[in-house]
């Protein structure tokens, strides 16, 4: 029936059977080779739009993209996911129109991976997706002159753009890497990396950053490291806001 057919509707022309077929993609359970070799990359597809990802799907899409794909992402062994998030994030920086959509995709299939909490995990799988999202935050240097304009305005408050060099767009990165640092051992190294990392959004002019950094700092635990690491980086007269904040 070419009503109920799944792969029909995911390309129809009216966006309502589009992403009720999409929905019920999620809904099915799939083998490991499927997953990565067919639906997954359908589902990017899907996402890039057309014109070769010059015209991104249409934002009602977006939902249903990120919550089927993270619900198929839940399916998969731990060992396949450093691989799936390095294509996710070389896609963010091959199509910069897509960033904001896939910095949407890698924290909800992580979150929905985490949830498999009955599922054993390798330590060295967790800190190689930590040290992938970490090497993701730093901005894209390749921008254009109203880009570099636009960041100008909006400069860390110690008035330095040299000393924060994390893209407050991909924070979403650095909390999902906070929800794996749990998996971790408390002193690990990884833990004060990402710590650090948090801790130069703290000196961003954009109240929301510094409130959501604060939040994924706290969220971490062990608040002695924090404070330490804290008062190291946030010394000059402005920045000291970003200490009391804390």
């Known amino acids: 029936d070419e009503e109920a057919s799944l792969f029909a509707n995911l390309f129809h022309i009216q966006l309502h059977r589009r992403c009720r077929a999409i929905r019920r993609l999620g809904t099915f359970a799939f083998p490991t080779g499927p997953i990565e ?10 996402l890039q739009g057309g014109d070769g990802g010059r015209t991104p799907c249409a934002p009602v899409m977006v939902p249903d993209l990120v919550t089927t794909h993270a619900a198929l992402v839940a399916q998969l062994p731990w060992s396949g996911l450093p691989r799936l998030t390095g294509r996710l994030l070389s896609l963010c920086r091959r199509e910069p129109q897509l960033a904001k959509s896939v910095l ?20 060295e799988i967790i800190s ?49 890497a906070a929800r794996l640092a749990a998996l971790l051992s408390p002193s690990h190294p990884l833990l004060t990396k990402l710590t650090i990392d948090l801790i130069h959004l703290l000196r961003h002019r954009e109240l929301e950053v510094r409130e959501a950094a604060r939040e994924t700092l706290l969220s971490m635990g ?24 804390l």
């Open 128 to 176: 190689q997706l930590i040290e992938q999202l970490l090497a993701a935050l730093k901005a894209n240097k390749k921008k254009g002159n109203e880009e570099m304009i636009a960041d100008a305005k909006k400069l860390p408050i110690s008035g330095g753009e040299a000393e924060c060099e994390i893209d407050p767009q991909r924070l979403p990165l650095a909390q999902a």
């Open 37 to 46: 070799q067919l639906l997954l990359p359908l589902l990017l597809h899907c």
């Open 104 to 123: 949407k995709l890698i924290p909800a299939m992580l979150e929905a991976k985490l949830l498999m909490v009955d599922e054993s995990f390798e330590e």
């Open 222 to 245: 062990n608040p002695e490291r924090t404070l330490a690491e804290a008062r190291l980086i946030l010394t000059r007269g402005p920045q000291r806001h970003g200490l009391v904040e």
